[in-house]
């Protein structure tokens, strides 16, 4: 297969997965319980998940191994088998995408901060060194950085993925709305600061995902494309932004909303478009749709 850079090239808009952890939750995942150990415990319904997401129509899948860096194992005493869950993260999605589409691995944020002591620089990338080695050896064809808020991490998972593999590696930040109307990360870098910081660290692909539906995401993808305009953008977006109903927390974007949405999001300038938080197969193949007459279109 051609790289995923490559395959943006010629202006095709790509498609990415939906949500996992409604989805885990779905199938029994009880709260407090480590995603990335089904992968070694219910390999067929992590199979199912992915498989899902392709038959939807999905371009590329993401691996369950977001909280799979050794820090955030470490919380379930499972830091020792961080290569192992990764390796088979990697490998069952890789199975569910056969050989015709993309598989990202998936690399989350460890929720310790430098800024507090709380962790090391060295122990960040050894951190994610052996995840990144684990996803690597499973067969993914590029590293996922994903939902960070701090670009000094952000900048370690990514020197680890460049030291310790040859992939493509996407990275992307979530951002919240400020009172004023601007949008930050918890540690206050905007979408600016962020492209700047990626561009220089020459990411392959940078964006956004999570903390926004797409109406958010419309705003920031502009705002990214501002301040670098050639660089490829990913978005993986929530179905809205969650309310409450009934005691449960709800997305209430639904597929139909979020296909009326895309051509607003990638006329913005996103070029790999799928779901966070709340969306399903039934939103990945809605926006499908969409996707398909653009490209169609484009290049007719």
Request: hydrophobic content about 35%; glycine content about 10%; proline content about 3%.
């Amino acid at each position: 297969m051609k790289s995923i850079k490559d395959e943006l090239k010629n202006g095709k808009v790509l498609l990415s997965d939906g949500g996992w952890g409604t989805y885990l939750y779905a199938k029994g995942l009880q709260m407090g319980d480590c995603p990335e150990l089904w992968n070694d415990t219910h390999r067929n319904d992590v199979l199912e998940i992915a498989k899902t997401y392709i038959d939807a129509g999905a371009d590329m899948i993401e691996t369950n191994s977001f909280g799979g860096s050794k820090i955030k194992l470490s919380q379930y005493n499972l830091e020792d088998k961080t290569y192992e869950l990764n390796k088979l993260a990697a490998e069952i999605s890789r199975e569910a995408a056969g050989e015709s589409k993309y598989v990202i691995g998936s690399v989350g944020p460890t929720g310790k901060f430098l800024l507090t002591g709380e962790v090391t620089e060295e122990e960040l990338y050894d951190s994610f060194k052996i995840q990144i080695e684990g996803l690597r050896d499973g067969g993914v064809d590029a590293i996922c950085i994903e939902t960070f808020y701090d670009t000094l991490e952000a900048e370690i998972a990514i020197k680890a993925a460049k030291e310790n593999s040859d992939l493509e590696i996407i990275t992307t930040f979530t951002f919240e709305i400020a009172i004023d109307g601007t949008y930050n990360t918890m540690m206050g870098i905007t979408p600016t600061q962020m492209a700047e910081k990626l561009t220089e660290a020459k990411v392959d692909i940078f964006g956004t995902n999570c903390g926004n539906g797409f109406e958010g995401m419309i705003e920031i993808v502009k705002e990214i494309r501002k301040a670098n305009s050639e660089m490829p953008i990913l978005v993986h977006a929530n179905a809205g932004l969650p309310i409450e109903a009934d005691g449960k927390l709800v997305y209430p974007d639904s597929p139909e909303r979020m296909a009326e949405l895309t051509p607003q999001l990638i006329e913005a300038g996103a070029n790999i478009i799928g779901g966070c938080c709340g969306t399903s197969p039934e939103h990945i193949s809605a926006i499908r749709t969409v996707v398909d007459k653009i490209n169609f279109s484009f290049h007719k």
